[in-house]
C-alpha cells in the first residue's frame, strides 16, 4: 500500500522512504484486526464503533467468501451470504457509511466475460447494491490480457460502461491509458465549451457543500483498531 501510495518502489528512493511513511501515517486510515472467518454480528460491531469513534464514512470489506468460510452447505451458504448483504445494506443506511464489499465471481469460460449473474448469490448481492462494478479479465494466448473496470449498476444516474485499465508494475496500480485518458480529456472540454454557453450571463455560482463528520466520544467497551504504522 505504501508503494501505490508514493506511486513507485521506495526500496530504489530510500533517501524518501521516512517522507512517505509520515505522509502515509496522517490518512485516516483504520483496519480491522480480523483473520478468517468471522461472525457478521462481530464485524457489524467493529464497523459501528469505528463510526462512533471515529467518524469513518467508508468500510471496505476483502472479501466476503473469506470472511465466510467454507463450514456451510452450499444451500447455507446462499441464505447466509443473503442475510450478511442486508445486514451491510442496513448499517450503510443507518450510520450513513459507505460500504464496498469485495464478491469473488464464480469460474466462468476464459471466452466469456463475467455478468453480475456471475456474482454467488447474485440477487440478493446486485439488488441492495446502489452499485456495481466488475473487474474484467481478458486473457489472451499470446502477450497479456486486456483489463478494464465495468460499471455494471448505477442508481446514481443510470449511466453503465466500461474502463480500461493498464497495470503499472513499478507503482502496482491500475490506471487508464494514455490513449484513452487523451480521448477523456477531448470528451471533457467538448462537453466544457457546451456547458459554458448557457451559464455565460450568471454572475456568480452556488457553493459546493461538503460532507462533515461529528466528533465524538471514545467507549472504552468496543474493540480497539490498529493504525496503519512505518
Not at 513499478?170 to 485518458?181: A, E, M, N, Q
Request: some cysteine.
Amino acid at each position: 500500500m505504501l508503494t501505490q501510495f508514493a506511486v513507485g518502489r521506495l526500496e530504489e528512493q530510500l533517501d524518501k522512504y521516512d517522507e512517505w511513511a509520515d505522509r502515509f501515517e496522517d490518512l485516516p486510515l483504520y483496519f480491522m484486526t480480523f483473520h478468517g472467518q468471522q461472525s457478521i454480528r462481530t464485524v457489524i460491531d467493529t464497523m459501528q464503533h469505528a463510526v462512533y469513534v471515529y467518524d469513518i464514512c467508508h468500510v471496505v470489506i476483502d472479501n466476503l467468501q473469506f470472511m465466510m468460510g467454507h463450514e456451510q452447505l452450499s444451500t447455507d451458504r446462499i441464505a447466509a451470504q443473503d442475510y450478511i448483504v442486508g445486514a451491510f445494506r442496513k448499517f450503510a443506511t443507518d450510520s450513513s457509511c459507505h460500504v464496498t464489499l469485495v464478491i469473488h465471481p464464480r469460474k466462468e469460460d476464459d471466452d466469456k466475460e463475467l455478468q453480475t449473474a456471475s456474482i454467488f448469490g447474485s440477487a440478493k448481492a446486485s439488488q441492495e447494491a446502489d452499485n456495481v462494478l466488475i473487474l474484467q479479465d481478458r486473457k489472451l494466448v499470446t502477450g497479456p490480457g486486456k483489463r478494464y473496470l465495468q460499471v455494471s449498476k448505477n442508481r446514481f444516474d443510470g449511466d453503465v460502461g466500461v474502463f480500461p485499465l493498464e497495470f503499472n508494475k513499478s507503482s502496482l496500480t491500475f490506471s487508464i491509458p494514455p490513449k484513452s485518458k487523451a480521448r477523456l480529456k477531448k470528451i471533457k472540454d467538448d462537453n466544457g465549451l457546451v456547458a459554458k454557453k448557457p451559464s455565460s450571463g450568471k454572475k456568480g455560482a452556488m457553493p459546493q457543500i461538503s460532507d462533515t463528520c461529528s466528533n465524538q466520544a471514545r467507549n472504552p467497551n468496543q474493540p480497539d483498531f490498529s493504525k496503519p504504522s512505518r
